[in-house]
């Protein structure tokens, strides 16, 4: 049997609504539709009017609708459904996003971070489907992950569970979460690009060229910079990738000691240069794991895609029913 469930995604730049259908362990994605993130009262309006609309052109009323799921960067209380002032949605300081959609549509409705849904997506339609313990990391701008743990999310005391980001590795080296050394610092786009920028710095210190970053665009470099250039064999790019990915497997080293689970899903950058990536991975994870729960933990690449954030909200949405 077919069940109507609503999402709704709030990112930074842009929002969607999205229409699915769940069916079994099925998800069918029907409509999406996208609209800037403006004010805070602007975009709470144009939800609801999507949603309203959306509602409208396929027959859905509270009593033939499952859900709403909303995913959201953090933080937020995940338990009372509101939004406490995320770093990129500025002027949402403790908005209660859930209560205003349950008053308005009569519909379930909750909320989760957008690592949480994410998890909740690549668990229920990905990459861990059939697992009962599994991590997701999202390995994207920053480093976000999310805990299913015994066949369920789990959050923590306060949604804080999972900030794998925050954790030092090293002393030394790119900063993610304020921190020199993270988990963050090595295993995302911002800190491969400023790994990139030191070793080009080195380099062009000690008069070497570097083909893919000239004089004067240290600035440009980015992580999909380095991939082109790892991809096509230069030395230096290979090199940054090794180094990211080698602590990528210590980091999921303490995670497989510490949690135990049967899958690590790791998304974004990870699937695009998971060549250059998983034999360093793979060789940090037997080098420093314990052997027992090493060999019934499989990393994988998130399946869903582009789509995942699609996949995400609506995933908080069939969650609850």
């Not at 230069?234 to 510490?258: H, K, N, Q």
Request: with cysteine.
């Amino acid at each position: 049997m077919k069940k109507n469930i609503l999402g709704v995604d709030i990112g930074g730049t842009k929002c969607a609504v999205i229409y699915g259908q769940k069916e079994g362990d099925t998800l069918h994605l029907v409509e999406k539709v996208k609209f800037p993130t403006t004010s805070v009262d602007e975009t709470i309006a144009n939800i609801c009017s999507e949603i309203e609309q959306m509602m409208g052109r396929h027959g859905l009323d509270s009593s033939n609708t499952g859900a709403i799921g909303i995913s959201c960067g953090g933080p937020l209380d995940s338990k009372r459904g509101v939004v406490m002032s995320p770093p990129n949605l500025p002027g949402w300081n403790d908005i209660p996003i859930v209560r205003m959609l349950e008053e308005r549509f009569g519909i379930r409705t909750g909320i989760h971070n957008d690592a949480n849904a994410c998890a909740l997506a690549e668990w229920k339609f990905g990459a861990g489907v059939g697992t009962q313990n599994m991590v997701f990391l999202t390995f994207g701008t920053g480093l976000g992950a999310g805990l299913i743990l015994d066949g369920k999310l789990y959050a923590g005391t306060n949604d804080n569970a999972g900030e794998l980001g925050h954790i030092r590795l090293s002393e030394f080296g790119p900063v993610g979460y304020g921190k020199c050394g993270s988990f963050e610092g090595f295993a995302s786009g911002g800190g491969i690009a400023q790994l990139a920028r030191f070793k080009v710095s080195e380099k062009q210190q000690m008069g070497e060229s570097v083909a893919w970053c000239p004089p004067g665009q240290l600035d440009s470099i980015s992580a999909h910079t380095v991939a082109l250039a790892a991809a096509s064999g230069d030395p230096l790019a290979l090199e940054i990738y090794r180094i990211s990915a080698t602590y990528l497997g210590r980091g999921l080293a303490m995670v497989i000691d510490l949690l135990n689970p049967e899958v690590i899903v790791i998304g974004s950058i990870y699937v695009r240069n998971r060549e250059l990536m998983e034999p360093f991975v793979l060789q940090e994870i037997e080098r420093e794991a314990l052997s027992h729960a090493r060999r019934v933990c499989s990393v994988r690449p998130a399946k869903l895609g582009e789509q995942i954030g699609d996949y995400a909200a609506l995933s908080v949405a069939a969650n609850l029913i």
